[in-house]
């Protein structure tokens, strides 16, 4: 029988710029820290961000993570590749079940989980070279500005979509929501609000993704279209499962409720990042994943006075 694995202070699960910041700041605390992350950080999709602040002329998503990783096992933190499957255990001692069967242990944990981007129906080789060109994007609040005056399309329906491209229209008039199905997906409200600032909605499927000249081109009901970038409205799925097994409390949306320390429902559980409701950006997450680590080392030092 294998020994119980010792007890770490600290478990942050995900690597993403929310659980390396965290990591960051633990380590510092002179906690021991272990950071486990499956290896699909949203923020590894951004080829280039340039409204992260102190990086004039902008940064790729990559490049951060590697920088984060770097200056958090400086200090000592431990980053492991992996998969969490599930997490037992409370405030003081938790376990961690790993992909694979290993255990680790922790006395408080950080789950910064994030969420994934539901996709239009592109192959991924095809996927990954449109992001990389700008002719893909995901995140209107980080770069509409690189589509000030391009032709836009916005794959969508509903409020979602009405919402992502009145958001955009604010950038050019050149935005046209186009159905993920043959259902246009608006009601008559929706209709006329894109209607009164300038937006066309055409109905789907769209399919057929590929690169046309300097755009992305696709089929529609409406023939075929091609537009210099394509932000896909179409949810996302958060990464909310490890919180619920546990019994956390969630929003209806599926994220992590948090008290404005980034305490979870669960004594010793704590969230940072996009996994909890608020604005899915890096400094948004950076920022939160530095409260959920301070808390985390004040509650622990409330916990057990002796901790240096
Ligand atoms: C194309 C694109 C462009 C963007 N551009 C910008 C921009 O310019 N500026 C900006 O501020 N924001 C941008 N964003 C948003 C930004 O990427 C996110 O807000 C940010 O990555 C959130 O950080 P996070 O750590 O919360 O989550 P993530 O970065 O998604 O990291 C979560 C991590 O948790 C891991 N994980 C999940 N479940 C488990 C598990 N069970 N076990 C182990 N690990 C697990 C995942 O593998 C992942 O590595 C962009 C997003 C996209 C998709």
């Not at 995900?14 to 992350?37: C, E, K, M, Q, S």
């Not at 794959?155 to 009145?166: F, N, P």
């Not at 909605?201 to 300097?214: H, I, K, N, S, Y």
Request: glycine content about 12%; charged content about 20%.
């Amino acid at each position: 029988m294998n020994a119980p694995a010792e007890l770490a202070d600290c478990l942050v699960v995900g690597g993403g710029p929310a659980g390396l910041a965290a990591a960051i700041y633990t380590a510092r605390f002179r906690l021991n820290t272990i950071v486990v992350d499956s290896g699909a950080s949203r923020a590894a999709l951004i080829p280039c961000t340039r409204n992260h602040a102190g990086f004039p002329g902008g940064i790729s998503g990559a490049e951060l993570l590697d920088r984060m990783r770097a200056q958090a096992i400086e200090f000592d933190a431990q980053v492991r590749r992996a998969r969490v499957m599930a997490i037992a255990g409370r405030a003081g001692d938790f376990t961690a079940r790993l992909e694979g069967g290993e255990a680790l242990r922790a006395r408080a944990v950080i789950l910064a989980t994030g969420v994934s981007n539901h996709r239009p129906e592109i192959d991924e080789a095809l996927h990954t070279l449109a992001l990389e060109r700008g002719l893909l994007r995901y995140c209107p609040v980080c770069d509409g500005f690189e589509v000030t005056d391009r032709k836009v399309g916005v794959i969508g329906q509903g409020a979602r979509a009405v919402k992502e491209a009145t958001f955009l229209r604010a950038y050019t008039d050149r935005v046209t929501v186009i159905a993920p199905t043959a259902d246009l997906g608006l009601d008559a409200a929706q209709r006329s609000a894109l209607a009164a600032i300038g937006v066309t909605a055409v109905a789907g499927p769209a399919t057929d993704f590929r690169v046309e000249g300097a755009g992305l081109g696709f089929q529609t009901a409406a023939g075929r279209m091609t537009f210099d970038s394509i932000y896909p409205a179409l949810g996302s799925t958060v990464h909310s499962d490890l919180a619920a097994g546990l019994g956390a409390d969630l929003t209806q949306d599926q994220c992590i409720k948090v008290d404005s320390h980034q305490r979870t429902s669960v004594p010793g559980l704590y969230a940072a990042g996009d996994v909890v409701i608020g604005l899915d950006q890096i400094s948004h997450a950076m920022g939160e994943a530095g409260v959920a680590a301070t808390t985390l080392r004040n509650d622990l030092a409330a916990a057990a006075p002796q901790l240096r």
